[in-house]
């Protein structure tokens, strides 16, 4: 009989010891976490971020880069883009300024779901999908003062220093210019596209290359005189420009939406109308080709 109790008071020592541990590690569970929830991982979201009534709240990253948004007058090309795009499809968002090359870097770690007027490559698309809405390409700025007007001229001189912004992608007939420069040592890289128009103005530069929707707002916002602008690459293509989502966060399904609502726009005449709003229209023309909008 003995025995029978001390087995017995042994089994019910053993269920306390379970059971306060079981207690104890459900206290320190924040209350509103499910423990059944999957963790969840780099893959793709297959399931889609928007399946829920779209009722996430998106963020998007927008940059400096002059008439498609400065945040001194908090408004833009991409702002109202991405304002219209939300205000069609019933969506929650929030915008959030960032330096370019962050938001890139936030996409791809999953800290940022979507971004603007990007250029897709192999390596973002391992990433990202894209959503494109217009097209534009560089041109380049010569100050009046240095005598080029051609690019052969450029190359025959080694008092000229030229202006990239660190990270920017050119198209490729002037990346292959610039690492000719380069070679040269004739290149000077800009923090960012303001540091490059103090530099362009306060002639630490002569010659740097950029889009219309950019120069045309720095030249009169820092009221750089002197300046000539020319294109050295008649023969290549605008680069496309892209809506940029972290494959983190959207599915197919949801990118296929964010297509139509951009297709709807092109189509009804509000591409063209946000970009002539800002530019002139032979630029918004050039910006926004047949391909992509109508007037």
């Known amino acids: 009989m003995k025995k029978i109790i001390i087995a017995l008071l042994i089994i019910l020592f053993i269920i306390s010891v379970f059971t306060g541990v079981y207690l104890i590690d459900k206290a320190f569970l924040p209350h509103n976490i499910d423990i ?3 963790v969840t991982n780099n893959q793709d979201n297959h399931q889609g971020f928007l399946a829920d ?3 996430n709240l998106i963020t998007v990253g ?4 002059g008439y498609l948004y400065h945040e001194s007058h ?3 090309i991409n702002k109202d883009v991405v304002e219209e795009l939300f205000r069609r499809m019933k969506q929650d968002y929030k915008i959030e300024i960032l330096p ?3 938001i890139s870097s936030m996409i791809s770690e999953g800290l940022l779901h979507m971004g603007v007027s990007t250029i897709e490559t192999p390596e973002r698309a391992e990433y990202s999908y894209f959503v494109p809405y217009f097209s534009e390409k560089n041109d380049v700025l010569v100050r009046s003062d240095s005598g080029i007007s051609t690019e052969e001229e450029l190359l025959q001189r080694r008092d000229i220093k030229v202006g990239i912004v660190r990270g920017y992608y050119y198209g490729e007939h002037y990346m292959e210019l610039i690492e000719k420069l380069e070679e040269r040592k004739m290149i000077v890289q800009a923090r960012d596209t303001e540091h490059l128009y103090k530099m362009l103005n306060d002639g630490w530069i002569q010659v740097t290359f950029n889009l219309a929707s950019s120069y045309l707002f720095y030249i009169d916002t820092y009221s750089i005189q002197g300046i000539n602008i020319y294109d050295w690459a008649p023969e290549e293509e605008p680069l496309v420009r ?4 972290s494959k983190k966060f959207f599915s197919p399904d949801d990118i296929t939406k964010f297509q139509q609502t951009i297709d709807e726009m092109r189509e009804d005449g509000t591409l063209y109308n946000i970009f002539s709003k800002y530019i002139p229209e032979d630029n918004a023309g050039r ?3 047949q391909f992509w909008c109508k007037d």
């Open 36 to 38: 059944n929830q999957p």
């Open 53 to 55: 009534d779209l009722e």
């Open 62 to 65: 927008i940059y400096n880069s």
């Open 74 to 76: 908090d408004h833009g």
């Open 100 to 102: 370019r090359v962050r």
């Open 242 to 245: 892209s809506l940029v989502f």
């Open 287 to 289: 910006m926004c080709e």
